[in-house]
């Protein structure tokens, strides 16, 4: 089991993430914006894109144990949005049971190019436990980019129990390239027919009248879109 960080207690929420069609991510969204706040970050109706670059180790520990269904397992990435290379996040998703939580920290263009390279040192310059772990689980497992993976988010907020809701759209991977600033990459469909995934988040109970609100016949989501990533790669005959 990949490392698990020893440091501050961090909140922990519910998770569920559903698969949706098309005519279901309309008619839901609908329901959720005359309902819900939409995320202050939010630029506009169609949301902000997220890019990710996904770590795991030599082993595949972060992909094997989704695939094997481990209840507690950490999951690393490097994450920007809208292409913004002046807000770089490092960041652990930490997930036990149904349960998650997150720990992160900024980082600058400078250290995410190093990491990029395979030079994790810069990361002993931050003070910072998180920065700490993942350089150790690189010196100890080879932790190292993985694929990438992106998708347009729109998201919305109740401060009711915490919950918040997002929808994630046009989900893809990258296939020629591991840097997510490089001009040249090339994304492919994780979900040929424009599924859409919807995330909720709550806090310590899922207010009643926010679970009709958001009642569907959707898929639950049995894989993350780091394991789909992967396998669309490795289907593919591309060696991660």
């Known amino acids: ?31 959720v914006g005359g309902i819900m706040t939409p995320d202050p970050h939010m630029p506009g109706p169609e949301g902000y894109r997220i890019t990710s670059v996904y770590l795991d180790t030599l082993l595949e520990d ?13 999951k690393y990435r490097i994450r920007a949005y809208n292409g913004d290379d002046s807000f770089i996040v490092l960041e652990n998703k930490e997930k036990i049971d149904d349960r998650i939580a997150k720990s992160s920290a900024r ?8 990491i990029l390279g395979g ?10 436990p998180l920065c700490r772990e993942v350089y150790g689980l690189h010196q100890a497992k080879g932790l ?32 020629n390239t591991l840097d997510m600033f490089d001009s040249t990459m090339v994304t492919r469909p994780l979900f040929p027919q424009q599924e859409v995934v919807l995330e909720v988040k709550y806090g310590e109970y ?3 009248y926010l679970k009709q609100l958001l009642q569907n016949n959707g898929i639950k989501l049995a894989v993350s879109k780091f394991v789909l990533g992967c396998d669309y790669l490795k289907q593919n005959f591309i060696v991660l």
Do not use: W
């Not at 993985?146 to 729109?154: G, H, N």
């Open 144 to 175: 190292k980019p993985k694929v990438i993976i992106e998708y347009q988010r729109q998201a919305y907020v109740h401060p009711l129990s915490m919950v918040r809701v997002t929808f994630d759209c046009l989900i893809s991977a990258g296939v």
């Open 119 to 128: 030079d994790f040192t810069p990361l002993l310059a931050y003070d910072d």
């Open 62 to 74: 972060a992909y094997n144990e989704k695939d094997s269904g481990v209840q507690h397992r950490n």
């Open 1 to 31: 089991m990949l490392y698990k960080n020893p440091y501050a207690e961090r909140p922990k929420r519910h998770e569920i993430k559903t698969v949706l069609t098309y005519p279901q991510y309309i008619e839901l969204r609908a329901r």
């Open 107 to 114: 980082i600058t263009r400078a250290d995410y190019d190093a």
């Open 206 to 208: 899922y207010p009643m």
